[in-house]
C-alpha cells in the first residue's frame, strides 16, 4: 500500500503541535513506519521517532551495514495564528511553556519535511535491491527551540542506533518551487538567545527621583546594543542584533523593580560570536551603570546554535547529483542565511559530515512576478509568517525526491 502524501500533509498542517508537544505527529510517523516495516523507536528526545532501514549488500556479511545515511526532518510548529487562508489552515491551540493559550500553526514548513521524509522513505524500501547500506531517518522535536536535537543526542541517539557516516537535511524556503538553494560551507548562521535581565528600584510613578527606573533603562540598551551592527561591526560582515521581546511593568503609576529583554543574536562563525557577545555584555552592563542600577544586570544564554556547515565535497558531490537528476540550473547558491539550525550538532557529534539544502516552496508565477515588481521581500511570505504555505505541488513531490536523490548519492550500490 502506498502512502497518500497530499492528504499526509494536510492531515499534518491542520494538527500542529508546538516544541516538544509532538506527541500526534510522532504517532503519525510511528504508524506509516510500521506500515512500511520500518523498524523505529518512539521517545527519542522526549517526542523524537527513529526509524533505521538496514539493507546490507547481499553476500558481504563481513563488510557490515554499509555506509550509514541519515535523513533528518524536524518536525515542531510554532505560536502563530494561520492567515493564508487555505482551506486546510491551522486552526489549533496550544499551551506554551509558561502556561499559556496560544495559536498554533506548521509557519515554517515542518509539516512538510516530515511529509517528505515519510515518502521518500516509502520510495527507498520499494528500491531496495538497488542500493545497500542503512539508513537511520530522524525525525526530530523541538528544532524551534534549537534543543531537539541535543535531547536526542543526550537521549543516546548517536549509541542507540548507527551512527552517521553523513547526516542529510533539508528545509522548505520560498524559494521559486523546484529549485533548490545549497551552498558549500557556512549555509545558515551561529545564533545565541539570550535573556537579559535590567535591575533597577521600583515605586511609585509619581515620585521617579526615589527608584530606578528599569523602563528607561531597557530603553536606552535597546537603542544602544543597534550600534553594535551599525557603529562597531565592520559593513562587510554579517551580524545580527534582534531584541525581539520586552517586558517591564504591569501599571502606568508603578514603577517596576526590574525589565526583560530577549535577544536574538547571529554570526557566520565563533570568532564573529565571541566579538558580539563581549559587545553585547559591555553595553548591557554600561546602560544599567548610567541609570544608577545597585545591582548589575543579569544575562542568561537560553540556546547556543553553531553554525551549519556544509562539508565542500560532500555538498560538490549532492550539487552534481541534484543537477544530473533535476537539470542543469535546478541548484543555486542561496548565500549564507542568517537563520540557525540545530541539525549540525549530530554531524559535529559525530564527526560526520553534514550537507543541509533548502528547497523550493513558493508559487514560481507569484515569486517570478514579485522578482520583476521588486517586491519579493514583500509579497513572498517568509518562514515564520502567518501568511507562509508552500504551493502543495511541486514542493511535496521534489522533496521527496531531493531525499531520495541525496540518500542514494551516498548509499552504495549493491554487489552482485
Ligand atoms: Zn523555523
Ligand atoms: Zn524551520
Not at 37 to 54: L, P
Not at 85 to 97: K, Q
Not at 370 to 393: C, K
Amino acid at each position: 500500500m502506498t502512502i497518500d502524501l497530499e492528504a499526509l500533509y494536510i492531515d499534518l498542517h491542520r494538527h500542529p503541535e508546538l516544541s516538544f508537544q509532538e506527541t500526534r505527529t510522532a504517532g503519525v510517523i510511528a504508524k506509516h513506519l510500521e506500515e512500511l516495516g520500518i523498524e523505529f523507536e518512539e521517545g527519542i528526545g522526549r517526542t523524537g521517532v527513529v526509524g533505521v532501514i538496514r539493507n546490507p549488500s547481499a553476500g558481504s556479511a563481513e563488510s557490515g551495514d554499509g555506509p550509514v545515511v541519515w535523513l533528518r526532518a524536524d518536525m515542531d510548529a510554532l505560536p502563530v495564528e494561520e492567515r493564508t487562508g487555505l482551506d486546510y489552515a491551522s486552526t489549533a491551540h496550544g499551551l506554551d511553556p509558561n502556561g499559556t493559550d496560544v495559536p498554533v500553526m506548521h509557519a515554517c514548513g515542518h509539516d512538510m519535511h516530515v511529509a517528505a521524509l515519510l515518502g521518500a522513505l516509502e520510495r527507498l524500501v520499494a528500491t531496495k535491491e538497488q542500493w545497500s547500506g542503512t539508513i537511520v531517518a530522524v525525525f526530530q522535536p523541538a528544532e524551534e527551540y534549537g534543543a531537539g536535537s541535543q535531547a536526542m543526542i543526550a537521549d543516546g541517539v548517536l549509541d542507540r542506533f548507527p551512527r552517521p557516516d553523513i547526516v542529510l537535511g533539508q528545509h522548505v524556503t520560498p524559494l521559486p518551487a523546484g529549485t533548490i538553494g545549497v551552498r558549500s560551507g557556512t549555509q545558515m548562521a551561529a545564533s545565541d538567545g539570550l535573556t537579559v535581565t535590567l535591575l533597577g528600584r521600583g515605586g511609585h510613578g509619581s515620585r521617579p527621583q526615589a527608584t530606578i527606573d528599569p523602563v528607561v533603562m531597557a530603553a536606552a540598551t535597546v537603542m544602544r546594543l543597534q550600534t553594535i551592527v551599525s557603529r562597531e561591526i565592520d559593513p562587510r560582515d554579517v551580524a545580527v542584533v534582534t531584541v525581539g521581546s520586552i517586558h517591564a511593568g504591569l501599571k502606568n503609576n508603578i514603577i517596576p523593580a526590574e525589565a526583560k529583554l530577549e535577544l536574538s543574536l547571529r554570526y557566520p562563525d565563533d570568532e564573529a560570536r565571541a566579538v558580539v557577545l563581549e559587545k553585547v555584555e559591555r553595553i548591557v552592563r554600561a546602560e544599567a551603570q548610567a541609570s544608577g542600577a545597585e545591582d548589575p544586570p543579569v544575562i542568561v544564554t537560553d540556546h547556543s546554535l553553531p553554525p551549519t556547515i556544509n562539508d565542500v565535497e560532500a555538498t560538490a558531490r549532492l550539487t552534481l547529483a541534484f543537477d544530473t537528476a533535476f537539470g542543469a540550473g535546478t541548484v543555486m547558491d542561496p548565500g549564507m542565511f542568517t537563520g540557525s539550525e540545530d541539525v549540525s550538532w549530530f554531524a559535529r557529534e559525530s564527526g560526520a559530515p553534514l550537507v543541509f539544502w533548502f528547497w523550493g516552496g513558493a508559487d514560481p508565477e507569484a515569486f517570478a512576478a514579485a522578482q520583476a515588481a521588486g517586491t519579493v521581500e514583500r509579497d513572498i511570505p517568509t518562514n515564520h509568517s502567518p501568511y507562509f504555505a508552500p504551493v502543495l505541488q511541486p514542493t511535496l513531490n521534489q522533496g521527496v525526491e531531493t531525499l531520495v536523490v541525496a540518500a542514494r548519492e551516498f548509499l552504495a550500490v549493491p554487489t552482485a
